[in-house]
């Protein structure tokens, strides 16, 4: 699914230094090279505050303990995502309100959170699924008329942009009151172990999250609020400093391969290739971002999609099912209160997603086999 390997080749030389610059240094903790990251993840992002911490779970959980929210507080998130969206609302003895998506985007569809919101509504968060953004301009309006936090998980969309219907653009994570990401190696920014950050305009939330991950200390060995220990290393950081620079040529890799295999797969009427839901041509260097194709993800219709995914296996193409169950179904997340009448969105799509490999690396040859190996499969 991903060529971490070939990857790494092209920039070895510069993450070979700076890794054994680190450890000459032994400055492994909260280091130089964690502070000179954050400063430029935000000039990348143009958001004022990142926070780096240890891992994009506890960047989400952080967020929401830095926001507030106290048990019994009812936060809306998408069905159709990984777990660890709901796993840190239910950690944190929240009530997690799982929602239907969009058929077309795979995202959060506004409609269902507006049916789902109570007096009890505390925040939404929009999971920008498989690198492109929710409706944000919808979601925006709705957190604003309701009085509700907007949290963006952007564990998959880092470096994707999302314009508005005013024209204004703004990049995934900048948008909400507050964001999370993760750095696991297979992400668009993947270290080489696990990382996270949580990014933030507000000033007030940064100073209280900054605490947060540190044990709740603001001044040393002083205890202000319950914390957590959760922290990027400095290696792990000079890994992201020397791959920054390259997540747009990274992310347009991404889009030129998305945009071969959708080529591959126009003729067929089995196979509904990812829509982007905001304009967006043939990617050029620097295009349009709106998309950076964390996965690329079909659905399959009259086709049986688990045989589909064992023929891809037999001829050596390795492929995903983001995500095989709806959230709502998983035992950890059952909830008498949850309807089977609405989730037809989800309900369908874990029946009918396929994942195919996506990477920085992949080169003419491997996506002509394997749009070829699918094809003549959906053909019979
Ligand atoms: C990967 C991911 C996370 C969790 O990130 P980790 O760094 O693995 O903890 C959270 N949300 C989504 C949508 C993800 O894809």
């Known amino acids: 699914m991903v060529d971490l390997k070939g990857q790494y080749a092209k920039i070895k030389d510069q993450v070979d230094q700076s890794v ?31 926070i780096p911490c240890a891992n994009g779970t506890d960047a989400l959980q952080i967020a929401m303990m830095g926001l507030g929210l106290k048990p019994g507080d009812e936060v809306i998130t998408a069905d159709f995502t990984f ?69 963006e998980d952007n564990a998959q969309a880092i470096g994707a942009s999302y314009t508005f219907a005013d024209g204004s653009v703004k990049k995934a994570g900048g948008i909400g ?83 071969k295999y959708t080529e591959a797969f126009k003729g067929s009427d089995k196979i509904i290739t990812p829509k982007t839901t905001q304009l967006c041509g043939k990617p050029e260097k620097g295009g349009c971002n709106c998309h950076v194709y964390h996965q690329y993800t079909l659905r399959v219709v009259n086709v049986d999609r688990d045989a589909l995914v064992q023929h891809l296996n037999d001829n050596g193409i390795p492929c995903g099912v983001y995500y095989p169950i709806p959230l709502h179904l998983q035992k950890a997340y059952k909830d008498d209160r949850y309807n089977e009448a609405d989730f037809p969105v989800t309900n369908q799509l874990v029946k009918e997603v396929i994942s195919l490999p996506m990477h920085t690396e992949l080169e003419d040859d491997q996506i002509a086999f394997i749009t070829k190996t699918v094809l003549d499969f959906v053909n019979g």
């Open 20 to 50: 054994l610059d680190v450890i000459a240094s032994s400055a492994f903790i909260n280091g130089p090279e964690v502070h000179a990251f954050q400063k430029e993840l935000e000039e990348y992002l143009d958001v004022k505050h990142v």
């Open 83 to 151: 777990a660890a969206t709901v796993e840190v609302i239910a950690l944190l003895q929240l009530t997690p309100v799982l929602v239907d998506v969009e058929k077309d985007s795979f995202n959060i569809d506004p409609e269902a959170i507006r049916k789902a919101i109570t007096p009890k509504t505390k925040a939404i968060v929009p999971v920008h699924l498989f690198g492109q953004c929710a409706n944000m301009d919808a979601i925006q309006e709705i957190a604003k008329a309701h009085n509700l936090y907007v949290i």
């Open 177 to 259: 009151h507050v964001a999370s990401t993760s750095f696991f190696p297979s992400k668009n920014l993947g270290c080489y172990g696990d990382g996270g950050a949580i990014f933030t305009n507000d000033d007030d939330l940064a100073h209280t999250i900054r605490g947060i991950v540190n044990h709740g200390m603001y001044k040393r060995y002083h205890h202000d609020v319950v914390g957590v220990n959760s922290r990027l290393d400095s290696i792990q950081a000079t890994i992201l400093r020397a791959k920054l620079p390259n997540l747009d040529a990274y992310n347009a890799a991404r889009q030129m391969t998305a945009y």
